[in-house]
């Protein structure tokens, strides 16, 4: 059921006089081009997921996100692609845009529900969903041990030795399937958190909950917080897009992106290193920010 979407991503070298004069070699893991809206880390946190539901018997995906969520997307299209029905909670009052546009097009039902009902999800999933045997509860972002399992298989992918992977972090569960992989494959690259949230310390703690590989683990990249930005974060994103032909976003990638930079600004690499850093996707996640990327 669930075949017909092979999970590869080539590994891309970019170039920039930054890496000549640090005398380091930057790749990219572009799992942004697995599928055009279930890319990323998305597919590979639905993939486990999505196998789950069909064991279980279950043909309706019921899953949680923000009104500009790539994850609701990547749902719906995996859903209208592998015979769910699905069904996105949207965090907020009742709007319409170009990102829940595609999530209807592919077939999604939505449900809005206001900040405060929405932070208790499970019990948003009983008051509307309890009747229906056939639904089953998918974690906001495709978080949890499912989703870590598909993200620890990019591990295995990688056919070139890096001495540091970059990875940003929402859920956290991305980084922790990173993290676990690199351990289970006794890899010996150290792994980079960017966490895009104000006060996303509490990230460290969640990813430890699945692997006790050490990390390092970079707070202070969050520019004022989730989906929030800065003229500087802006122009950088820009300028990589530029540069080097690839396109990523001020959410996440564009966080992660800036911090690799900043550390080999201030020597923390020597001269030598192989730096990974994945890709994950969530370029529709943009779409959200058109006046500001203007």
Same mark, same amino acid.
């Given at each position: 059921m669930?075949?017909?979407?092979d999970?590869y991503?080539?590994?891309e070298?970019?170039?920039?006089p930054l890496f000549?004069?640090k005398? $380091?070699? $930057? /790749? @990219? +893991?572009?799992?942004?081009m697995?599928?055009?809206?279930i ?13 789950h539901?069909?064991?279980?018997? +279950? =043909? ?5 996100g923000g009104?500009f969520?790539?994850?609701? @997307?990547?749902?719906?299209c995996?859903a209208?692609?592998?015979?769910f029905?699905?069904?996105?909670i $949207?965090? !907020? &009052?009742e ?5 829940l546009?595609?999530?209807?097009l /592919?077939?999604?039902?939505l449900?809005?529900?206001d900040?405060?009902? %929405?932070?208790?999800k ?7 969903f309890?009747?229906?045997?056939e639904?089953i509860?998918?974690d &906001?972002?495709?978080?949890g041990?499912l !989703? $870590?399992k598909?993200?620890?298989e990019?591990?295995?992918e990688?056919?070139?030795?890096y001495?540091h ?13 990173i993290?676990?992989?690199v351990q289970?494959n006794?890899?010996?690259a150290?792994?980079?958190? @960017?966490p895009?949230?104000?006060s996303g310390?509490?990230?460290e703690?969640e990813i430890?909950?699945y692997t ?5 683990f970079?707070?202070e990249y969050?520019?004022g !917080? %989730? *989906? =929030?930005?800065t003229?500087?974060l802006?122009?950088?994103v820009? %300028?990589?897009?530029?540069s ?8 996440y990638? !564009?966080?992660m992106?800036w911090?690799? %930079?900043?550390l ?9 290193s192989? @730096?990974? *850093?994945i890709?994950t996707?969530?370029l529709?996640?943009?779409l959200? #920010?058109?006046?500001? #990327?203007?």
């Amino acid at each position: 059921m669930l075949t017909g979407l092979d999970i590869y991503s080539p590994v891309e070298q970019i170039h920039d006089p930054l890496f000549e004069e640090k005398k $380091v070699e $930057v /790749f @990219i +893991k572009r799992d942004d081009m697995i599928h055009p809206f279930i890319s990323g880390n998305k597919w590979r946190k639905l993939k486990y997921i999505l196998a789950h539901a069909s064991s279980e018997k +279950k =043909k309706h995906l019921v899953t949680f996100g923000g009104a500009f969520s790539n994850h609701l @997307i990547a749902t719906a299209c995996a859903a209208a692609k592998f015979g769910f029905k699905s069904t996105g909670i $949207v965090r !907020g &009052e009742e709007v319409q845009n170009d990102v829940l546009m595609i999530c209807k097009l /592919f077939g999604m039902s939505l449900l809005f529900i206001d900040r405060s009902s %929405y932070r208790d999800k499970h019990d948003l999933f009983n008051t509307h969903f309890s009747n229906d045997p056939e639904a089953i509860f998918i974690d &906001e972002g495709g978080a949890g041990e499912l !989703g $870590v399992k598909g993200c620890s298989e990019l591990v295995t992918e990688l056919n070139e030795k890096y001495d540091h992977l970059f990875c940003a972090a929402g859920t956290g569960t991305t980084a922790a399937g990173i993290i676990k992989g690199v351990q289970k494959n006794f890899v010996s690259a150290k792994v980079h958190v @960017i966490p895009v949230l104000k006060s996303g310390t509490f990230l460290e703690k969640e990813i430890q909950k699945y692997t006790d590989r050490s990390f390092e683990f970079h707070p202070e990249y969050h520019f004022g !917080g %989730y *989906a =929030k930005s800065t003229p500087e974060l802006i122009s950088f994103v820009k %300028y990589f897009c530029r540069s080097t032909g690839i396109l990523i976003e001020p959410i996440y990638t !564009g966080k992660m992106f800036w911090a690799l %930079y900043d550390l080999l600004r201030k020597d923390k690499f020597p001269a030598g290193s192989k @730096i990974l *850093a994945i890709h994950t996707g969530g370029l529709t996640g943009i779409l959200g #920010m058109s006046s500001r #990327m203007a």
